[in-house]
């Protein structure tokens, strides 16, 4: 007799349990050497408090309503309700504040999309340090726990949420153009930003970097040919975060990636993403959002990255399988 | 082992788009011989080739079953929510999402104006519901699978939405093009992490595939 769950969920039995909590505690301990202490936030939390955070996160998943009517959501990520958690109880500890965090996530997926809708997310934060100190630890860090667990080809992508956005205002490109261009980004659909800044009518070296900025990945290298006026800020703040990285060990596992876009919106400068060969969906991601923890009353800096647990375990095992053959 | 393909494995769709998809990779120097002659083989490991339905084409480049992949835009616009980069436009495989009706019979106006609503038939549902939503029309879409053609002819519904290269289904079957919705051609698509990891590979494909579709 089968009885349903949820399209999207899923049971757990013992033999992934095992493997997944030895995961966990590799993660944990690194983070927690690393002096990111574990924190829990409720699974459920007030829709108008989550919304000072992030208009659509908050909106986006599960709602429900509790017995007094108020409107309660089912958290989509973990920086939000850390975000609270920082401006409501830290007041009398001096930042910068580094938490990790392990626990589910809910999101709405589209049908037969093969996609989890309750996932195990595990992440770090680190709040009231400033860029790139802050972008390099948290990028070092990730890197280094995903090798304590065992992956041997992880590489991390970091880019800047804000360098399109600065390019397209400099460059004086009309403002309802704008918007449109940035979601053709975030949507990978790098025919339509080529078509939308054809009809600009720009001089061609301008035309010319919109459209070859979002195929800038690789090495080093690519901070050499991303550095035009209108985003040498960004692209300085990368080469900084390369130099701490190299210092730390870890910068030959660095893409660095001018067209890297995350979907949040509350990303204001770094933003990162982690890959591994053997999973085709990024295993997480992250980046610097300074603006974030003021929206809930306190102005810090911060920057964080999260990771799904599922997807660094089919990589795990991918990756015994292949050092097995 | 498929050198000419950078060692990429590429999701080749069968169908309308199959004979120059083949002829396009033919000019990149991949050994499509096999593909050609072999027509119930689906995967091609020595070429880098695995061939599908175009629709299937995103769905294997996006969890990374293939490294890049070629399909229709019709196809990536009704599955928009794909975490794919769409890379280039190929050129080839033109055709346009058109809204037809029978021939004489005005059907969807008078649906519309009497009943509030028109009845369409596609394949092609979110395009078709964004089509009219768009346009301040309310529809009631009905998703078939097969020849949507004979779906206004056997009073299922007012109209179509679907694809067109020529129009002799269209006229053979004695429907005539109200609107046109799009222009349809070939598009690249690539998963986003082998973007990433494979960047030197995908781009230089890229350059390549650029001056074989040249005008």
Known sequence: ?325 | VNAAANGLKIAVPRGALFEETLDLLDTLGIDTAEVRSNDRKLVFPEAGLVTMRPSDVPTYVEHGAADIGITGKDVLLEQVRREVYELLDLGYGLCRMIVAEREGSNAMAESLRRLGAVRVATKYPRIAAAHFADTGRQAEIVEVKGSVEIAPLTGLVDGIVDLTATGTTLSENHLVELEEICECTARLIANPVAHKLKAAEIDDLIERIREAVAP
């Open chain 1, 1 to 325: 007799m089968i009885h349903p769950i949820p399209p999207g969920t899923r049971d757990v039995l013992p033999d992934e349990m095992r493997e997944l909590r030895a995961l966990t505690e590799t993660l944990r301990a690194r983070f927690e050497a690393e002096g990111y202490g574990e924190i829990s936030t409720p699974t459920m939390e007030y829709e108008e408090v989550l919304r000072r955070g992030d208009e659509r996160v908050a909106g986006a998943g599960y709602r429900l309503f509790d017995e007094h009517g108020q409107v309660l959501v089912l958290r989509s990520d973990m920086t939000i309700p850390i975000a609270r958690v920082v401006a409501s109880r830290y007041d009398h500890v001096e930042p910068p504040y580094r938490l990790c965090y392990f626990g589910n996530s809910y999101r709405e997926v589209s049908r037969g999309s093969g996609q989890a809708r309750e996932f195990l997310q595990t992440g770090i934060e680190l709040i009231g340090l400033p860029e790139p100190q802050g972008d390099a630890e948290v990028a070092a860090l990730v890197i280094e726990a995903l090798s304590d667990a065992g992956l041997k080809r992880h590489r991390l992508g970091l880019g800047d949420g804000s360098l399109y956005r600065t390019l397209l205002a400099e460059l004086e490109v009309a403002e309802d153009e704008r918007m449109p261009l940035l979601e053709a980004l975030s949507r990978r659909d790098l025919v339509e930003v080529g078509t939308r800044v054809e009809r600009l009518g720009l001089a061609s070296s301008a035309s010319d970097l919109l459209t070859t900025l979002p195929t800038l990945r690789g090495g080093p290298e690519v901070l050499e040919l991303g550095r035009h006026e209108p985003v040498s800020p960004a692209v300085e703040n990368l080469r900084a975060c390369h130099e701490l990285l190299a210092e730390r060990g870890v910068a030959d596992r660095v893409i660095f990636d001018l067209g890297l876009v995350r979907d949040l919106g509350y990303y204001t400068g770094a933003v990162f993403e982690v890959y591994d060969p053997a999973v085709g969906f990024a295993l997480g991601g992250g980046g610097r959002y300074d603006d974030l923890v003021g929206s809930f009353g306190r102005d810090l800096p911060a920057c964080g990255m999260t990771l799904d647990v599922q997807r660094v375990h089919v990589a795990l095992t991918a990756e015994e399988r292949e050092g097995a053959a």
